[in-house]
């Protein structure tokens, strides 16, 4: 099971509301990743919005500055909001990361749970699913022929076409992020790819049902299940003291899930709530080394994961936080779960 880091790029914001400046959180997200890779982590993945708080909109450049002072860890979106995105140049942006990292290059494509996308790139809302359908079987065709000829409804056709340029072997790792639909789950293991699971909210159990069902249509599809690839993604904050971590995440998480709450409808996020997911069976890595062991393991057990993705910026805890955090999940808790993995 692949160990790795999934980020947002979320702004701190101060008590005044105002929140850091985009440059300096990008410059703090490349020392993160140098770390990640020096501890041995196996991945790094960031996401794609284009709101205050947030200081990425396009991971395919962060990726590119991460491969320059990078050696071994993959590389990818988390996701890249294919929806509202041109899957040529999309392909494009990660096959020359592909070729600056030495094939170390993913794209994670997603519908996008923020829509802010949409009406910045003249794209209808009312055609959120067929927008992702079609660009999504258009960038695997771009990944699988070369040259390309295509016709659809949403971009302009293409007549003979070479992409340019090529991801290293000809081929471009492409995942699929599922929050929680049976549809998004047929589709994915219909075309045979890897499916990443977002976790973060109840109880994790409760996906098990959703997670044997992308399983079986795979296989059913006639795909090689030894190509099998599922990963979970979950809030996760890592610390040597469970009660020191609890206390100091708290107060950045909830403020950043009432921030979101407020445009969905959601009510104040409670401390009761931290603390259910925090606890056995619950759906937050939060604590100590053994915790997090624990619970990773526990997930692991239970849908039978090829990959591991803690998102660790929720709520922008500080950079010095962030860095200690990476080094306990590389130097501590990585080692523990890989050594438990091979008994």
């Not at 050696?71 to 990818?76: F, P, S, V």
């Not at 259910?276 to 890595?285: F, K, S, Y």
């Amino acid at each position: 099971m692949e160990l790795g880091i999934g980020m947002f790029g979320d702004l701190h914001i101060d008590a005044n509301g105002k929140p850091q400046s985009a440059q300096q959180r990008l410059q703090e997200i490349i020392e993160e990743v140098k770390l990640m890779d020096q501890v041995g982590l196996d991945f790094y993945g960031i996401g794609e919005h284009h709101r205050p708080d947030y200081a990425v909109s396009a991971p395919e450049i962060v990726l590119a500055a991460a491969s320059t002072v990078t050696k071994n860890i993959k590389l990818g979106s988390a996701v890249s909001v294919l929806s509202s995105s041109d899957p040529v140049k999309l392909y494009q942006s990660f096959a020359t990361v592909d070729l600056l990292s030495n094939g170390r290059a993913e794209l994670m494509a997603g519908r996008g749970s923020f829509i802010e996308s949409f009406p910045l790139y003249g794209q209808d809302l009312e055609d959120y699913d067929a927008l992702f359908d079609e660009k999504l079987r258009l960038l695997l065709q771009i990944n699988q022929q070369d040259p390309i000829s295509w016709k659809g409804k949403f971009r302009p056709e293409l007549k003979g076409q070479t992409i340019l340029p090529r991801a290293v072997n000809d081929r471009l790792k492409i995942w699929v992020a599922v929050g929680g639909t049976p549809e998004s789950v047929v589709r994915a293991a219909t075309l045979g790819l890897p499916v990443t699971f977002a976790i973060i909210g109840g109880s994790p159990a409760q996906f098990k049902p959703l997670f044997e069902y992308n399983k079986n249509i795979y296989e059913q599809s006639g795909h090689n299940m030894d190509q099998f690839e599922v990963g979970v993604h979950v809030h996760a904050f890592f610390g040597t003291d469970s009660k020191d971590i609890g206390e100091y995440y708290y107060p950045i998480y909830a403020a950043q899930m009432n921030r979101i709450g407020r445009s969905r409808g959601w009510p104040p996020y409670q401390r009761a709530q931290f603390d259910r997911g925090r606890a056995q069976g619950g759906h937050l890595i939060i604590g100590d080394v053994n915790e997090s062991v624990d619970k990773i393991l526990e997930l692991q057990d239970l849908f039978g994961l090829t990959r591991f993705s803690a998102h660790m910026d929720v709520g922008a805890p500080s950079h010095e936080r962030m860095m200690k955090s990476i080094e306990v999940f590389g130097t501590q808790i990585a080692p523990k779960v890989r050594e438990a993995l091979k008994k």
